[in-house]
């Protein structure tokens, strides 16, 4: 049986875009060895006061009603795994159209820090059985998790279709 306990950290909206098929990359100002991982979803943004505007008209309402985690005390729901299919290298300059995510493009360019941006094609993946996740408290971008999850019969958001005309538009 597959199972991992590595988590990419991300903000709560965001895993939600990736999850209902509404975002499909993520783009940061660093490379990756970790290629796969569950979603671990936080708070971050949700703390300042304007930060739905960051996102695309369209996707505020869906932003501010996802902006937190299902909680149960202290633990947090972890619904979604993802697999790092490929990263595109671009200068900040060329950083693709917003198709693609829900942030507006000026976000992005003032979210990144560098001339290059690395652009995540994610496949996106529902948990069988969603987990409940204990608290990974320090850790900034990735965690480990106390326990194993179970990765068997979990589904693709998109299908094999959609996700393939999209990373060819992305190369």
């Known amino acids: 049986m597959k199972t991992t306990h590595k988590c990419l950290k991300e903000w709560n909206a965001t895993i ?6 509404k975002q499909t990359i993520l783009i940061r100002n660093y490379k990756t060895n970790v290629t796969e991982f569950l979603l671990y979803p936080t708070v971050s943004y949700a703390l300042k006061n304007d930060y739905l505007d960051s996102f695309q008209k369209e996707y505020q309402n869906f932003v501010k009603s996802n902006s937190h985690p299902d909680k149960k005390g202290d633990k947090i729901l972890i619904k979604y795994f993802a697999s790092l299919e490929m990263v595109v290298e ?4 060329r950083i693709p159209s917003d198709k693609y995510y829900i942030w507006t493009k000026d976000h992005v360019k003032n979210y990144m820090n560098g001339k290059t941006a690395y652009i995540w094609i994610l496949r996106v993946y529902t948990l069988k059985k969603p987990y409940w996740a204990e608290p990974t408290p ?10 194993e999850v179970s990765l068997e019969g979990m589904k693709p958001v998109l299908s094999d279709l959609e996700f393939s005309k999209i990373t060819d538009q992305l190369k």
């Open 138 to 147: 320090g850790a900034i971008r990735y965690a480990n998790l106390k326990e």
């Open 90 to 93: 671009r200068p900040v300059t």
């Open 16 to 21: 939600e875009a990736l999850g209902q098929g």
